[in-house]
């Protein structure tokens, strides 16, 4: 199943992607009486993995703007030089455990939205980054090796960025380099575990302008993405909705006017447009 939210007719709704278009969750329970919650996050906490969308009405892909599956992701995790070409482009050195970070909501824009660059005095140095992001779906704490699957709603794709000449001045500051506004994405698709056959077999492509800046298979990650939810539920209780984002193995330097983009056969594919933002005082 592939789970999205959308706009459509001036309201939001969560839906079901079908070859036909999108299925709403509201016409799926108009259809079969049913109540099942009209909101991505809530259906990933509920536990549901398989929607029924046979005689719905589906809305043409071409009437819907996807928007984010949700805007407050739980916790959003995102592990660093994870592929050694990534570690290699920016001469750094690959960690031996995950080098995990977290990423505040603050930072979340809408797929196929707008990245806004930071005034050049903040950062002129900035890469997006196209990744495959796990989707967590059950509260869960030191989870062995065997049960990682079980504890797995499915996968989506992510944009993560960074403003690089931040992260130069001090490797303390990955957090601040990687927490400015519009600096996330995923989605707009989620796809539940079932429908991947063999995670460790899907190729993970940033796509920059007309051609592509990366490419590599998930095997050749130094922790892989089972391995990771494994990891991370030793330190902490991972909740429904929780993300992590597995790492790229090569970042797009981007600018103004350019497009940037994560894609993934079978999960999904992500785009935003790049802009230049200026120092305007909000309070």
């Not at 005034?119 to 989707?135: I, K, N, Q, T």
């Not at 506004?181 to 995923?186: A, I, K, L, N, Y």
């Not at 429904?240 to 790492?247: F, K, R």
Request: glycine share 8%; net charge negative.
């Amino acid at each position: 199943m592939k789970l999205m939210s959308f706009s459509h007719g001036g309201e939001t709704h969560a839906g079901v992607v079908t070859d036909a278009g999108v299925v709403s969750i509201p016409a799926i329970n108009a259809q079969y009486n049913t109540r099942y919650p009209d909101h991505v996050l809530a259906l990933i906490q509920t536990g549901v993995s398989l929607l029924p969308v046979k005689d719905c009405p589906a809305i043409a892909f071409s009437e819907v703007r996807p928007l984010l599956p949700y805007t407050h992701p739980p916790k959003i995790w995102c592990i660093g030089l994870n592929y050694l070409s990534h570690a290699e482009d920016i001469n750094a050195v690959q960690p031996e455990e995950p080098g995990s970070f977290m990423k505040p909501a603050s930072c979340l824009f809408q797929p196929g939205g707008d990245i806004v660059l930071p005034p050049a005095e903040v950062s002129d140095d900035v890469d997006a980054e196209g990744e495959l992001g796990v989707v967590i779906g059950r509260t869960c704490r030191f989870v062995p090796a065997e049960n990682i699957a079980a504890v797995i709603y499915g996968y989506t794709v992510t944009l993560d960025l960074t403003a690089l000449d931040v992260l130069r001045k001090n490797p303390r500051y990955l957090t601040r380099s990687k927490s400015i506004d519009t600096f996330f994405s995923f989605g707009p698709v989620i796809v539940t575990k079932d429908e991947v056959a063999d995670v460790d077999e899907l190729e993970v492509i940033t796509e920059h302008n007309d051609g592509i800046c990366s490419r590599d298979v998930v095997r050749h990650m130094r922790a892989r993405p089972f391995e990771l939810v494994r990891f991370h539920s030793d330190f902490m209780t991972l909740n429904p909705g929780d993300l992590i984002s597995t790492g790229c193995p090569k970042g797009a330097r981007i600018k103004a006017g350019d497009t940037v983009g994560g894609r993934i056969e079978g999960v999904g594919r992500i785009t935003a447009r790049v802009t230049q933002g200026a120092r305007q005082p909000v309070y």
